[in-house]
């Protein structure tokens, strides 16, 4: 297979970038005053694409940075994807606005049905992305404060049946954890969207051997992987990620 992409993050709460760790709000550490900064930063060091989270968005339900995004996307010359707080039409209308290249569904896409998905996809086409955040294998909504009875696997597979061609893949115990990916898991969401649908895994990623072992998978369809915790507490560099992500 190829390489993968790397995705930094950029976790937005309160206008400032923040990690979690395990989605908890309460478990956040501030790594910087100035998102637009940080994300011209990562382009200067090699970013492809960025992957930014209004977290505040998802606990309250709506976009909160709307205004940062805007800011991000004119600062840099690399696309941008972002999701949390997108349940509305018009919230999908008002964050498509500010230029973003992926807007990823993750409570909505879950609450839809197959036919309002379906249609979500004709009007946005590629630029639809849905977030799998799962936890034990099973689907959490709204921040990740609510785990539903419903299994990461059926839910990308359901989504990638409606026309849906990035499935993002978060294990949300892993997340900010440090301690490695869910390869299992990853590679069970590859296996259950098909090669039509490619997979982004994110949660856990600590080191480069991570992302070797991803690709080690085999999945044609593992398009890529998001790095945050990582990259901020300066236990890898995105040159040794992307070293291992090509190799």
Not at 24 to 37: H, I, K, L, W
Not at 235 to 245: D, F, G, I, P
């Amino acid at each position: 297979m190829g390489g993968l992409r790397i995705y930094p993050a950029i976790d937005l709460k309160g206008g400032k970038c923040v990690r979690l760790r395990q989605g908890r709000s309460e478990d956040a550490t501030v790594y910087g005053e100035d998102p637009v900064a940080q994300a011209k930063a990562w382009e200067t060091q090699g970013a492809e694409w960025l992957h930014v989270v209004d977290l505040d968005g998802a606990f309250r339900g709506h976009p909160a940075h709307a205004a940062v995004l805007g800011d991000i996307v004119r600062a840099v010359g690399i696309p941008v994807q972002t999701g949390g707080g997108l349940r509305t039409d018009g919230d999908l209308e008002a964050v498509a606005g500010t230029g973003v290249a992926r807007l990823i569904l993750g409570t909505r896409a879950l609450a839809a049905d197959a036919g309002v998905l379906a249609e979500l996809v004709a009007k946005y086409g590629e630029k639809l992305a849905v977030g799998v955040d799962a936890r034990d294998g099973f689907v959490q909504v709204r921040g990740w404060t609510e785990t539903t009875g419903i299994r990461a696997a059926d839910l990308a597979a359901r989504a990638a049946r409606t026309g849906v061609k990035t499935i993002i893949y978060t294990d949300t115990a892993t997340d900010g954890m440090l301690r490695g990916p869910n390869f299992a898991g990853v590679a069970a969401v590859c296996d259950c969207v098909g090669e039509g649908c490619r997979v982004i895994a994110s949660g856990g990623i600590h080191a480069a051997e991570d992302i070797r072992r991803l690709r080690a998978l085999g999945k044609a369809n593992l398009e890529g992987a998001i790095v945050g915790k990582a990259l901020y507490d300066g236990l890898v560099t995105l040159a040794e990620l992307k070293s291992a992500a090509e190799g």
